[in-house]
């Protein structure tokens, strides 16, 4: 499946894995690469010796193309910048900010810039930055949103850009592949389907969560304080939408929710971990390769693409 994206990052398909904080490490990384899409690596807030042994990690597993997930408004943003051009990986993608400032020294060492925006007015700032494409992401993501959905944003910023565009948000299959690309999209970025990749190395009981999630088990918290996040509902959601109700001070909010993602990866904790996931968690029913994921969904988008005149119950 040949498009602007493979062909900008050297994949076999047109797919990206959702660099998701405390949970993308090398593991996933190396496994999606090798499947023939792009893996990432979060950076989250780790330290870069942490971020710079899983890059070191993830290239003993692969020969194949895989990049770094950098969240601009971690202390440490300028400094996983200098890492990935140090360590020559293949792109870069960002969130929770405008890379504009590392763009050309990025681009300098060969490294893809790829920002995640959630409006159209984003995508335009970073195309004129130098961005080599964007990810749309609409509200069904799992982690912090917009207030677009994807079928709304998509083609608006397809619209607006004349580099390539990445849909997110709501993907979990061919069909949801299919219709991304007809909205104008080069490719999709895909997390939550990914959380049930075997080599996805989350607690049990995040992953059990979200095999058993329903189409209505996620919640967005946190809009009290301007950075809403969707994950399964759990005991600390339901607290957490009671103390928002209530008018919580957001300074107050952050601290409740502070910690609680890494309680869900790493320590399956049902009290106080913050389990994010998007919408389509209900779409995921079985835990399976990641290479296996990929082709299935690549093969089955391309299906329905050729097809895409016989959809049963339509007549032209």
Known sequence: MNTQ????????????????????NASLAAAVSNGGGVGLIAGG???????????????????RPFGVNIMLMSDNASD???????????????????????????????VKVIPVVPSVALAKRAERAGADAVIAEGMESGGHIGELTTMALVPQVCDAVEIPVIAAGGIADGRGMA???????????IGTRFLAARECEISQAYKDLVLSAKDTGTVVTGRCTGHPCRGIRSRLTRELLEQEKDGIDPAEFEKLAAGSLRMAVQDGDLERGSFFAGQIAGMVTREQPAAEIIKEIATSAKQLLQNACMIRGIDF
């Open 5 to 24: 994206i493979t062909k900008l990052l050297g994949a076999k398909y047109p797919i990206l894995q959702g660099g998701m904080a405390w949970v993308a």
């Open 45 to 63: 807030a780790a330290p870069v010796d942490v971020i710079r042994q899983e890059i070191h990690k993830a290239k003993e597993l692969t020969h």
């Open 80 to 110: 996983l910048v200098q890492l990935c051009i140090d360590e020559k990986v293949a792109v870069v993608t960002t969130g929770a900010g405008t890379p504009g400032a590392f763009i050309p020294a990025l681009k300098e060492a060969g």
């Open 179 to 189: 219709a991304a690309i007809m909205l104008g999209a080069q490719g999709v970025q």
